[in-house]
């Protein structure tokens, strides 16, 4: 169990896999095992489109240890095309193009980097929908 | 089963294979070649290309090389799970020592059961990885290996260098031909002990031998490749609707071209170093991206990489049917090009991380 919890882990910050409810079909992320709205155990995986909305958004100009490099920056709420709402990071975007509703894809990135010497870790942020600027 | 003849040099495996999936990556920063002339030379100097594509401050190869791979994904519709191989090809890994290439496999959905490596030989690590990938499938260890080329290339601040290095690349996903948007009919690859372009472990930019980058390194790889391909093939330019070559400039791939006997209507629509620079690594495999967004069925294209140190690695590709429905799947590599925001140079140096404070 050890292993799949860790890879759970892993694949929520690097894919968007949460878990489907059996019972009602709900989507839920991050996975919690137990469905939100029926209480019902939620085991099956589920990979999130990764599309969705801005919900609500902040820039942030003093940031934590580990993130001052990357300010000024942009956190969001981000509706998700099935539902949940996700907190992350906003990237590929200057503050004044945010508004509310805005279309947003999931991309992975760089987090976070500890130091020259320390790990880099990667997880989902989201920027604009890239549209399709040429024919296809 | 294709008779194996030692005296031409052709790789082709025992099972066909072709391309069954391809994405590209482009960051969406652009430096123009200005600018950075505006910088060293008060804007006096002739450039290179018009602009060049530089990653933001949370991309690096990883990140860039997951995107490529998921358009390939897009494209293939195949379960990440059936492949065998995720292989990185770049010059700008972000470990010194961790693969990038567990990282991508991770972020597919490939793991655990599968091969994962990087790959370094300068700028043809992408397609020597590509070749690895034909054999790995061509011989059935595998059903499906995914090969990367790609690269956030370093040039050291007023080198010739920093006008062309660049960010991108591409991914191509190498299966059976059966499944194949683009079949592949053989590759070669010549190579020679050349000193053009190094970089010493623990320094962060690289060295060049200024004037000997073009006719010994560039060109006799280059054309040496792609005459012993075509040879091998019994094919001429003519029989090519497509070619695309090692993009270290505009005027190289270009004068390689026409050497070869190509016109422009077969090499423009490939070469993309005049607006996204040159992306090392990824220079050949997202030129032929670009192709492959607009061949059509039937089409042959001649690919030739070139990787400094030195060697060129050259590809006879067929396009198939299956193409067409597919390329729609993923964003195109001009939907990339045209999602473009400029910076300038004090921008480019944050983002590049050049300043030591
Ligand atoms: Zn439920």
């Known amino acids: ?18 878990e489907t409810c059996d019972s009602c079909g709900v989507k839920l992320f991050p996975p919690r095992d137990v469905c939100l709205e029926c209480e019902a155990p939620a ?32 956190v969001a709420l981000i509706k998700l095309e099935e539902g949940p709402l996700v907190t992350a990071q906003l990237t590929d975007i200057d503050p004044s193009e945010a508004v509310i509703g805005m279309p947003v894809e999931m991309v992975t990135r760089k987090l976070r ?24 | 089963m294709n008779a194996y003849n030692p005296s031409n040099g052709l790789m082709r495996p025992d099972r066909p294979v072709g391309i069954v999936g391809y994405g590209a990556y482009v960051p969406r920063y652009r430096i123009p070649a200005a600018e950075i002339s505006r910088m060293w030379t008060g804007g006096t100097g002739g450039v290179p290309i018009k602009e060049k594509a530089v990653n933001g401050l949370d991309e690096d ?59 370094e030989f300068a700028c043809k690590a992408g397609t020597e990885a590509m070749q690895a990938a034909i054999a790995f499938v061509g011989s059935g260890m595998a059903r499906y290996a995914l090969s990367i080329g790609m690269d956030t290339a370093q040039g050291r601040p007023g ?30 690859s010549f190579v020679t002990d050349t000193p053009d372009f190094w ?9 060049h031998g200024d004037r000997f980058t073009g006719e010994p390194a560039y060109f006799k790889h280059v054309l040496g490749a792609a005459e012993a391909l075509m040879t091998a093939v019994n094919r001429t330019a003519s029989d090519y609707r497509w070619a695309v070559f090692h993009q270290p400039n505009a005027k190289f791939p270009e004068r390689a071209a026409q050497a070869l006997g190509f016109a422009p209507d077969q090499f423009k629509v490939g070469l993309l170093s005049p607006r996204i620079g040159n992306t090392y690594s990824g220079s050949t495999m997202i030129g032929l991206t670009a ?3 607009v061949a059509e069925p039937g089409d042959r294209i001649l690919m030739v990489s070139y990787g400094s140190g030195a060697g060129s690695d050259a590809f006879d590709l067929q396009v198939t049917e299956r193409l067409l429905e597919a390329r729609g799947r993923a964003i195109s ?18 983002y590049r991380d050049k300043l030591k404070l």
């Open chain 2, 291 to 293: 192709i492959l967004d």
């Open chain 1, 43 to 74: 085991q099956e995986l589920y990979t999130f489109t990764g599309l969705g909305e801005i919900y609500s958004y902040t820039t942030i100009y003093d940031a934590p240890a580990g993130f001052e490099h990357n300010t000024p920056y942009m």
């Open chain 1, 113 to 136: 980097t500890d130091g020259d010497e320390g790990m880099i870790v990667y997880g989902y942020k989201f920027r604009p929908a890239v549209e399709e600027l040429t024919a296809v």
């Open chain 2, 61 to 119: 190869v990883a990140t860039m090389s997951i995107e490529a791979a998921r358009n390939a994904m897009l494209r293939a519709q195949i379960n990440p799970q059936e492949i065998r191989a995720v292989w990185v090809g770049s010059e700008s890994h972000p470990y010194a020592v961790k693969p990038t290439s567990t990282i991508v496999a991770e972020a597919i959905g490939a793991v655990p059961n599968t091969q994962a490596a990087d790959w």
């Open chain 2, 333 to 350: 590599t001009e939907g990339y090009i045209a999602r473009r925001t400029e910076i300038d140079y004090a921008t480019y140096t944050r």
């Open chain 2, 199 to 207: 970089r010493r472990a623990h320094a962060d930019y690289p060295s």
């Open chain 1, 1 to 18: 169990m050890e292993v799949s919890r860790h890879w759970r882990l892993q694949a929520q910050r690097y894919q968007l896999v949460g």
């Open chain 2, 159 to 188: 080198d010739a260098l920093e006008y062309t290095a660049a960010a991108g690349g591409a991914a191509i996903l190498i299966g059976p031909a059966a499944e194949s948007l683009v079949l592949i009919d053989g590759s070669y």
